[in-house]
């Protein structure tokens, strides 16, 4: 794709300058599935990288499920007002922080597989605490929404996610879920 950076993260990818959040994920019986380590680029989203480490370093996202996961697509999280783990999540994806909303950081980082991306709603300035990696490329995302990070380890763990019911939009029944993330500076 012409004039586009491609994700930096494709298997074998050196981790870039960071920050990295570090995933810590179970299943919905609190069994531990491994680790996720996204690579957060503060230089192409600033305002949005900022979000995801205040969260985490608050313990935000902690016990946060993968509300919609779809195959070939993609896996979502962040939901921190209704995506709790344990919690009635029948509302998981339409809450935020209770922060306000980010204004878009678009950038020319192209949605690959593995790339990091903020969820939103209609409005492009709508995201807020949740976010999706990509289990697949997803170049009609590209310039609709911002581009935070990429996976750079724990390949294993996100394509072992439970995957969501393709005809409830990747609703995930007994989600796995965050137990813990922290932030590597």
Do not use: C
């Amino acid at each position: 794709m012409a004039g586009t950076a491609q994700a930096e993260g494709l298997p074998g990818v050196t981790d870039g300058p960071g920050p990295n959040l570090v995933i810590e994920v179970a299943d919905a019986t609190g069994a531990a599935k491994g680790k996720i380590v996204l690579d957060l680029y503060t230089d192409k989203a600033p305002k949005h990288v900022e979000r995801l480490v205040t969260l985490a370093k608050a313990g935000t996202y902690d016990g946060v499920v993968f509300h919609r996961v779809i195959d070939g697509f993609m896996a979502q999280t962040g939901d921190v007002e209704f995506g709790k783990h344990g919690a009635d999540t029948a509302r998981a994806g339409m809450g935020g922080s209770s922060m306000p909303d980010l204004p878009a950081e678009f950038n020319d980082v192209s949605f690959q597989r593995g790339t990091v991306g903020m969820a939103r709603a209609q409005d492009p300035n709508s995201a807020n605490s949740q976010f999706f990696i990509d289990l697949a490329p997803a170049e009609f995302l590209d310039g609709q929404y911002t581009v935070v990070g990429q996976l750079i380890d724990g390949w294993d763990v996100l394509n072992a996610l439970k995957k969501g019911d393709p005809a409830a939009n990747g609703a995930v029944a007994e989600p796995d879920y965050m137990v813990k993330v922290t932030v590597q500076e």
